[in-house]
């Protein structure tokens, strides 16, 4: 088939950006679409054109790397797929696909489709983790866990980190990144002891990071390649008000994490 | 070239690692933060051990590739991580682990090493479950196993299919905390290019800022390599697409010794090459293999009918046909080589790439007539859905179709039994080192190694190396590190400079399709000789004719990506020649020559070694060096599985 | 003790304090609405409703600081939200393709001014007589007491009003589409967080939503259309 590729082309960081339009014949419908980017990034390194920069590593949609918007929807029209899993037989012969990064103050372009995402490493560094050094746990049997609980952790924990809830939301929140991530460990015995503390500093650290509010559009919810919901987000949302209502911490207590 | 073991021969392997432990020295806790250690890799074993050393107050600086350390390739394991806590009371025990692996490992690995992961795995699942890895739970709240990979017992722990996933995000959890905590200093986007070595000892790396081109040095009193396999050396692999040899090749260059680069792993179901597009491939759980049959055409001329227009008497269920005990169950590496044989005989499935359709059915016709479609989907359903997803085929349907692929790389930098390599103070943990896992890996033993190298191991045996030392001994000024730096960014410029007319992804490509030809499933000594040959034409035409577009100073993938194919340039040749050399065939090396009845023959009188390579320059050969493999607690013994 | 400010700086505090002001709001609506069905029972039922609510100034009064206070904290969470979100995004995407979110969900910015507008003229309509708002009705009446407005007049005159008849009907659509997503998502900006609290949550939200969009807007219609609120 063929296609018409609008990418945004971006030099750097701090260089403006513009779209740039090409033209792609002899596209298999059984390509993945990175690998259609692949093919257009050989064919413009031929001519002696700089190729399209975008993240990608795994290939098989586990690795979060990849991501970019194609014509408004973050990893394209197929759902619950990662770009890198998205094939071109979702897409027609004559297409105009537009190609744009994620869109977000706290997701500086890098180049071209490349975004920086290490807003959401310095979100974890606030609290995504269970204070617990190596070497120093009980028997893993001695902890019982639910399995109803065991598995909503699960759905929470197969966040990917890719990105795809902040570019879709229309505020470009990443409240369902913060909002996973808080739920999983919320929802296991392991994870009470630091919880409304880790609610409360993920949360703020959100929100420095220049991230946008939640308004429950439920874009993300539907823009997520791992299908993490929304009760994510009001989980964090119920745990943030509880550390601030409810929860005491020691008048003078340490407030150094690790 | 000195290779002994250094594992305790004066104790009995169950004793072993307790007596290393306590003879081995210890750091001062209030000395610790003075010494900077280096790991570079961020996946199972880097992050694992870059989060425990923190904790332990080391000063410690973490290197990956990639955007995150979150995304490093261990993410990808699916199928699980074994561990030998007898949960199910099924007769599961340290020993038995760690006789399962030897034999599996087809008797090439070395068994202090084995039985040390086979006695740490059980911390491990403390350890990740205390992090809060969401592991699979009966209804009672205990942790779920499952046999796995044709194990005997119920060891393998799961969350669902992302067992890396998870236990990657703890380690990674745990190294954020020891971040936040300022005790370990993470550098993303970085990717090392070279080993500084210094009066014999590793004090340092050289690595390239991706996002900005600064090459730039980093100098420590012990360098970790957590780099990962090799696998991508065939072009189409089921690793990531960044995974690469250069920092194990690098360090290999200043001293380190290879042990094994002919070991790979082929892993048998994976979905068949669709096109001379294809940039990867992607694994479908071994599991699928317990209730689907794998067949072709008997006659060739079938090859091109519809599956369901083939009749049943004019198919060939070659496994259970050949192997009539286990059937569709053999180990990889048999079904793997079997279905390479029916695709050569032409009687391959599916889509003709390059001439040659390659493709074996996986059919589940059988078992939803037998169990019920809902059945099926009850076990299958996410994976069906992905091969959906890839393939636009429904396997409800139709049969699925699969071909084997590379899969992991049970070879690496030689390390002694404190996973240290022949360069002191440069240790090596994971995929990257050759220890544990001999001629074939046992599936989700992956992880196992990763992590027990990472939080369990390594912890002990740095701080023995680091107490030998004077604290920041190194420093970034001195000759070695100007040396090293300005010879990356020479080759780095040479690399800018050629501006010739074929793409980097083109010569992988030749690479790789070579290598998978002549170093993948059956080896033969003449095909790897044609391959020795070849290997330098390519290497000298990347080195004149590969163009690199954009600039060095830069985010530049196509640079990143000339640096680690020329490395596998020079790589694949030591690979290929070990693979001659090693006159036999064990686990995963299969070499034509030496088979009985289809079976791999090992010669156990002449091979019973690791084959250690010591790098004597480009294109020259290097030297081999051996170190005796002892089988003193696991009598060898011949696989068998008609 | 409680750090207030810190809440309120907090994405989530912001969000929080719009859901209780708005669900003060919301439960305001309510009560206005069973009130106002009086209309269909008559000038006496409507008048006798709006004498007896003045019957205790010390209430009414109440009630308005308590709902004024609500309005001004959930204005000032929409801009402090608005800003927030306009700073979080600064270069649109060329193409824009909502799969989730809703109608309802995707117009709460032009809702809510739409609404707080309404809310000013309606109060200028029928309730701020004799501070010289009256302009902005046609015949203001104040029953025999002298200081009870005659509502049920002063309702059937104005909506009698094509202008302001439907101008009515079109803020009470919003007003609905308004509730409709608020509703819902503030048990979330609270916490709630079970599917099946939520699902309830969502029906009673629903259900309540329907009931003061549509009561309203049939007493505005029926006015309109001359079924009720004549003589």
């Not at chain 2, 780095?492 to 010739?500: E, N, Q, T, V, W």
């Amino acid at each position: 088939m063929k296609l018409t590729l609008e990418i945004w082309r971006q030099a750097n960081k701090s260089a403006a950006g513009a779209f740039e339009t090409y033209s792609l014949e002899g596209v298999s419908e059984h390509m993945s679409f990175l690998e259609m980017l692949d093919v257009l990034n050989e064919k413009l390194t031929s001519e002696g054109k700089e190729p399209v920069a975008f993240e990608h590593d795994c290939r098989e949609g586990i690795c979060g790397a990849c991501g970019f918007v194609i014509n408004g929807r973050p990893h394209g029209p197929q759902p619950k797929t990662t770009v890198c899993q998205l094939h071109m037989r979702s897409f027609k012969d004559g297409d105009r696909l537009v190609l744009e990064p994620w869109r977000a103050a706290a997701f500086p372009v890098i180049k071209d489709l490349v975004v920086d995402r290490s807003a959401f490493d310095r979100i974890i560094q606030k609290g995504g983790f269970i204070s617990v050094n190596t070497g120093s746990p009980q028997d893993a049997n001695a902890i019982l866990v639910a399995k109803n609980e065991s598995d909503k952790a699960m759905d929470a924990a197969a966040c990917i980190g890719c990105g795809a809830c902040v570019a879709s939301c229309p505020n470009a929140s990443a409240s369902l990144f913060t909002g996973a991530k808080i739920s999983h460990l919320a929802l296991l015995p392991q994870g009470q002891p630091e919880r409304w503390k880790r609610a409360e500093a993920m949360l703020e650290q959100h929100d420095l990071e220049g991230f946008g509010p939640c308004s429950q559009h439920g874009e993300c919810e539907a823009a997520c390649p791992k299908g993490i919901t929304l009760s994510n987000i009001a989980r964090m949302n119920g745990d943030y008000l509880f550390s601030q209502l409810a929860y005491s911490p020691r008048v003078g207590a340490s407030t150094e994490g690790g | 070239m000195d290779l002994s073991s250094k594992a305790p021969q004066d104790v009995d392997i169950r004793q072993a690692w307790d007596t290393h432990k306590f003879r081995m020295k210890l750091v001062n806790p209030a000395n610790r933060r003075k010494y900077r250690v280096i790991v570079v890799g961020s996946g199972l074993a880097g992050a694992s051990a870059a989060a425990t050393l923190g904790e332990h107050g080391y000063n410690v600086a973490c290197f990956c590739f990639q955007d995150s350390p979150r995304r490093a390739h261990s993410i990808a394991a699916q199928g699980g991580i074994n561990a030998a806590k007898n949960y199910q009371n099924d007769g599961d025990s340290v020993w038995r682990l760690f006789y399962d692996t030897v034999k599996g490992g087809d008797f090439r690995s070395r068994e202090a090493n084995v039985y040390r992961l086979a006695q740490v795995s059980v911390n491990i699942i403390d350890q990740a479950t205390a992090q809060g890895v969401p592991f699979a739970r009966e209804y009672g709240g205990t942790l779920a196993n499952r046999s796995f990979g044709g194990a005997q017992v119920s060891r393998t722990f799961y969350a669902r299919g992302q067992t890396g996933q998870q236990l990657l995000l703890g380690a990674y959890s745990a190294l954020e905390r020891q971040i936040s905590a300022g005790r370990v200093k993470m550098h993303a986007r970085t990717e090392m290019l070279d080993l500084v070595v210094e009066d014999g000892r590793a004090v340092g790396i050289v690595v390239r800022n991706l996002e900005t081109g600064a090459v730039s040095t980093h100098a420590a009193d012990a360098v970790v390599l957590a780099t990962g396999g090799y696998g991508n050396v065939f072009f189409l692999s089921t690793n990531a697409k960044g995974s690469n040899v250069t920092a194990a090749w690098r360090a290999h260059r200043r001293g380190a010794v290879f042990a094994n680069p002919c070991y790979t792993q082929i892993h048998p179901t994976c979905i068949p090459v669709s096109g001379s597009y294809q940039s990867k491939l992607t694994l479908m759980s071994e599991s699928l293999r317990n209730d689907g049959r794998v067949w072709v055409p008997k006659k060739a001329e079938d090859c091109g009918k519809a599956p369901d227009q083939i009749a049943e008497a004019d198919r060939d269920y070659y496994l259970e046909r050949k192997y009539p005990s286990f059937g569709n169950l053999c180990p990889r590496d048999i079904a793997s080589r079997a279905a390479k044989e029916a695709c050569d005989d032409g009687r391959g499935v599916g889509p003709k790439v390059e001439g040659v359709a390659r493709g074996v059915y996986l059919d589940f016709a059988d078992a939803i007539k037998r169990l019920g479609k809902s059945a099926v989907e009850e076990r299958y359903g996410n994976l069906f859905e992905m091969y959906e997803r890839i393939t636009g085929e429904n396997p409800y349907e139709v049969p699925m179709r699969m071909y084997p692929a590379v899969h992991y790389t049970m070879g690496g930098l030689w390390v002694d039994y404190n996973l240290q390599s022949t360069v002191p103070g440069l240790f090596v943990i994971g995929e990257a080192n050759f220890s544990d896992h001999g001629a074939n890996r046992l599936g989700a033993s992956a992880l196992m190694q990763g992590l027990a190298d990472g939080y369990f191991v390594l912890p002990f045996t740095l701080p023995n190396y680091l107490a030998g030392v004077k604290p920041g001994g190194a420093n970034e000024g001195t000759a070695a590190f100007k040396a090293a730096e300005a010879d990356a960014q020479g080759r780095l410029d040479k690399l800018m400079g050629i501006k010739g007319k074929r793409t980097v992804d083109s010569f992988h490509r030749e690479l790789g399709n070579l290598m998978w030809e002549k170093c993948g499933m059956a080896r033969t000594r003449e095909g790897l000789t044609e391959l020795l040959g070849r290997i330098p034409q390519i290497r000298q035409e990347f080195w004149e004719n590969v163009t690199v577009p954009g600039s060095p100073g830069e985010l530049n993938q196509s640079l990143e990506k000339a640096g680690r194919v020329a490395d596998y340039l020079e790589f694949a040749e030591t690979m290929a020649l070990d693979a001659r050399e090693r006159e036999e065939s064990c686990g995963g090396h299969f070499r034509s020559e030496y088979e009985s009845e289809g079976e791999a023959k090992r010669d156990d009188a002449n091979f019973c070694y690791a084959a250690a390579w010591e790098f004597k320059g480009v294109g020259q050969a290097p030297v081999l060096h051996k170190e005796p493999l002892e089988f003193k607690y696991v009598p060898l013994a011949t696989r068998n599985y008609k | 003790m409680i750090d207030v400010g810190r809440i309120w700086r907090s994405s989530a505090g912001t969000k929080a304090a719009m859901a209780v002001s708005g669900m003060i709001l919301f439960g305001f609506t309510i009560v206005h609405l069973l009130g106002n069905l009086n209309m269909f029972l008559g000038r006496e039922h409507m008048n006798g409703y709006a004498t007896t609510l003045h019957a205790v100034p010390e209430v009414v009064y109440a009630t308005r600081v308590v709902l004024l206070g609500a309005l001004v904290v959930h204005v000032a969470a929409m801009i402090k939200l608005r800003g927030a979100s306009n700073a979080a995004r600064p270069v649109p995407y060329k193409v824009v393709t909502p799969v989730a979110s809703t109608m309802y969900s995707r117009t709460m910015r032009v809702t809510g001014p739409i609404v707080l507008a309404f809310i000013v003229l309606h109060l200028l309509n029928l309730t701020f007589h004799g501070v010289g708002a009256n302009a902005l009705h046609p015949d203001f009446r104040l029953q025999a007491d002298g200081t009870t407005p005659d509502a049920y007049h002063n309702l059937g005159t104005l909506l009698r009003l094509p202008l302001w008849g439907v101008f009515y009907l079109v803020a009470n659509a919003c007003l609905g589409f308004h509730l409709w997503h608020g509703a819902v998502a503030m048990f979330r900006s609270l916490g709630l967080s079970g599917d099946r609290q939520m699902a309830t949550a969502r029906m009673g939200a629903t259900a309540l939503t329907a009931l003061v969009a549509g009561g309203n807007v049939i007493i505005a219609a029926s006015i309109l259309s001359r079924i009720i609120g004549q003589g």
